[in-house]
């Protein structure tokens, strides 16, 4: 047997070896050969994957906050606000009280207790008014420190613009506390959460500015968000997805349709041919708006099977299980 004649013999025993049947369906270890046929009547559908940029993402936790006593805040500081208007106008008054009675007394047209009286009455109303000043700050004070100064200025004002869609409940506000390892970009201006967990469904929530106190059962930096959410109620818990620093990743979006998992991890199958699928490996993906996020091992362009990946990996099992006569 000379040497070519060999590397034949090697070359054909190389090749893989489906094992066949009468149904049209033909496998091999980690891949499958199904005819059109069958692929028409399996119901089996494909969709070619697009590239897709987006940020590496880690998960933080909060919860939807009760504004009602920002609402109180807001509330005292009007009454404050109108007490001290009053205490204004009242020591305005004294004063221009003040002045006719030292023009009447100076006149002999008034006693000097009269005009003593009135002074007492001008340093009454000046005591008033630096008390309403000075319990207007308090609360001022008190709201910066509870609810950091963008909400404070919001909550603090005779227009209700800002809060209008909090006191409706057609935005929730949320406390997010990140991870004590982990930082929120300059750059990010809103993240997605989710009462269930559940990255896929999760809502848009954007930010309104750093929390002045962080929650007790957390370490880390702390932010306040509003949600487009009426599902969110006060007091619930919510998970957070927050980008990372950094570039973002390209890779593609896997739909979860496509997703099969045998023996604890993830495949997909692709098709290679227009009668051959392969099953290929996930070994790290993240969960993302419409599917999961993979980087690496699978490509741009492919054709990756969407329904009917479940009976591929069944037929391909199939073929790694001895006939009886074997």
Same mark, same amino acid.
């Given at each position: 047997?000379?040497?070519?004649?060999?590397?034949?013999?090697?070359?054909? +025993?190389?090749?893989?070896?489906?094992? $066949?049947?009468?149904? %049209?369906?033909?496998? *091999?270890?980690?891949?499958?050969?199904?005819?059109?046929? /069958?692929?028409?009547?399996?119901?089996?559908?494909?969709?070619? @994957?697009?590239?897709?940029?987006?940020?590496? *993402?880690?998960?933080?936790?909060?919860?939807?906050? +009760?504004?009602?006593?920002? @609402?109180?805040?807001?509330?005292?500081?009007?009454?404050?606000?109108?007490?001290?208007?009053? !205490?204004?106008?009242?020591?305005?008054?004294?004063?221009?009280?003040?002045?006719?009675?030292?023009?009447?007394?100076? *006149?002999?047209?008034?006693? #000097?207790?009269?005009?003593?009286?009135?002074? !007492?009455?001008?340093?009454?109303?000046?005591?008033?008014?630096?008390?309403? =000043?000075?319990?207007?700050?308090?609360?001022? $004070?008190?709201?910066?420190? +509870?609810?950091?100064?963008?909400?404070?200025?919001?909550?603090?004002?005779?227009?209700?613009?800002?809060?209008?869609?909090?006191?409706?409940?057609?935005?929730?506000?949320?406390?997010?506390? @990140?991870?004590?390892?982990?930082?929120?970009?300059?750059?990010?201006?809103?993240?997605?959460?989710?009462?269930?967990?559940?990255?896929?469904?999760?809502? #848009? !929530?954007?930010?309104?500015?750093?929390?002045?106190?962080? $929650?007790?059962?957390?370490?880390?930096?702390?932010?306040?968000?509003?949600?487009?959410?009426?599902?969110?109620?006060?007091?619930?818990?919510?998970?957070?997805?927050?980008?990372?620093?950094?570039? +973002?990743?390209?890779?593609?979006?896997?739909?979860?349709?496509?997703?099969?998992?045998? /023996?604890?991890?993830?495949?997909?199958?692709?098709?290679?041919?227009?009668?051959?699928?392969?099953?290929? !490996?996930? =070994?790290?993906?993240?969960?993302?708006? %419409?599917?999961?996020?993979?980087?690496?091992?699978?490509?741009?362009?492919?054709?990756?099977?969407?329904?009917? %990946?479940?009976?591929?990996?069944?037929?391909?099992?199939?073929?790694?299980?001895? =006939? *009886?006569? $074997?």
């Amino acid at each position: 047997m000379n040497a070519f004649l060999l590397a034949c013999i090697f070359i054909i +025993n190389m090749r893989p070896v489906f094992a $066949d049947d009468e149904s %049209g369906v033909q496998r *091999e270890r980690g891949s499958v050969l199904l005819s059109a046929n /069958m692929q028409s009547v399996s119901g089996l559908q494909t969709a070619t @994957l697009k590239s897709v940029s987006q940020y590496s *993402e880690f998960i933080a936790y909060g919860k939807a906050v +009760n504004i009602h006593p920002l @609402l109180e805040l807001r509330h005292r500081y009007l009454v404050a606000q109108a007490e001290r208007g009053s !205490a204004r106008a009242k020591l305005t008054q004294a004063g221009q009280d003040i002045k006719r009675q030292q023009d009447l007394y100076r *006149e002999g047209a008034t006693s #000097k207790r009269n005009l003593q009286m009135q002074q !007492a009455q001008w340093q009454a109303d000046k005591a008033r008014m630096k008390t309403s =000043d000075v319990q207007e700050k308090a609360i001022i $004070d008190e709201a910066r420190l +509870n609810w950091g100064e963008k909400l404070a200025g919001w909550a603090l004002t005779t227009e209700t613009d800002r809060l209008d869609a909090l006191l409706s409940g057609a935005q929730t506000l949320l406390h997010i506390t @990140l991870p004590a390892n982990k930082q929120l970009s300059a750059d990010i201006h809103s993240i997605v959460v989710d009462v269930s967990g559940n990255r896929s469904s999760a809502t #848009k !929530a954007q930010l309104i500015s750093a929390a002045p106190q962080a $929650d007790n059962t957390a370490q880390g930096d702390s932010y306040f968000f509003q949600a487009d959410a009426k599902h969110i109620r006060s007091g619930m818990r919510v998970a957070a997805w927050i980008p990372e620093r950094g570039e +973002n990743q390209s890779g593609v979006i896997i739909p979860k349709t496509a997703v099969i998992w045998y /023996m604890d991890q993830a495949f997909v199958y692709i098709k290679i041919a227009a009668e051959q699928f392969s099953r290929r !490996a996930i =070994d790290s993906f993240s969960v993302a708006t %419409g599917g999961y996020f993979v980087a690496q091992g699978i490509h741009e362009g492919e054709r990756v099977v969407i329904a009917g %990946g479940q009976m591929l990996l069944s037929e391909e099992l199939k073929g790694q299980i001895p =006939d *009886e006569d $074997d």
